[in-house]
């Protein structure tokens, strides 16, 4: 099965529902990418939660080591993590009550998609959520 993302509607939908983005791969470092796109979205309201095992802390806010370590509830799971990672991570989403993985644009991993899909997942692959969140909900 080859990989496809929700229309732009349900994209909407996701961003509008959401209070909380679990960001798998957020680093401490004002110079990344991770970095810059969670404080935008942090700024325009969303709870960042850093997920992250070298870490304890980023844009004030407590870091953990997995997803299965983040006790509060989780809207979405943005991923900034090379493609051959997307399965183990993918593994881990399943294990929480969250729904919805967004893998930043350029990764993309049709294993983890086939994996989450079969779980109901709404899965995102390829897309900037700042952007996405630019261009549909601001």
Same mark, same amino acid.
């Given at each position: 099965?080859?990989?496809?993302?929700?229309?732009?509607?349900?994209?909407?939908?996701?961003?509008?529902? !959401? *209070?909380?983005?679990?960001?798998?791969?957020?680093?401490?470092?004002?110079?990344?990418?991770?970095?810059?796109?969670?404080?935008?979205?942090?700024?325009?309201?969303?709870?960042?939660?850093?997920? @992250?095992?070298?870490?304890?802390? /980023?844009?004030? *806010?407590?870091?953990?080591?997995?997803?299965?370590?983040?006790?509060?509830?989780?809207?979405?799971?943005?991923?900034?993590?090379?493609?051959?990672?997307?399965?183990?991570?993918?593994?881990? !989403? !399943?294990?929480?009550?969250?729904?919805?993985?967004?893998?930043?644009?350029?990764?993309? @991993?049709?294993?983890?998609?086939?994996?989450?899909?079969?779980?109901?997942?709404? /899965?995102?692959?390829?897309?900037?959520?700042?952007?996405?969140?630019?261009?549909?909900?601001?």
């Amino acid at each position: 099965m080859s990989w496809q993302n929700p229309e732009k509607e349900e994209l909407k939908r996701i961003l509008e529902s !959401a *209070e909380t983005i679990a960001v798998v791969g957020l680093s401490d470092n004002p110079d990344k990418t991770a970095y810059q796109i969670s404080k935008t979205m942090q700024q325009n309201g969303y709870r960042i939660i850093p997920v @992250n095992p070298t870490v304890d802390e /980023v844009l004030g *806010e407590k870091a953990y080591p997995t997803l299965k370590d983040v006790p509060d509830k989780i809207d979405i799971i943005n991923v900034f993590r090379r493609p051959e990672h997307l399965p183990d991570v993918a593994r881990d !989403a !399943a294990e929480t009550d969250c729904r919805v993985f967004w893998a930043q644009q350029g990764i993309v @991993n049709e294993e983890a998609y086939d994996y989450l899909k079969e779980r109901n997942f709404s /899965v995102i692959m390829d897309l900037c959520i700042k952007v996405v969140h630019a261009v549909l909900v601001d």
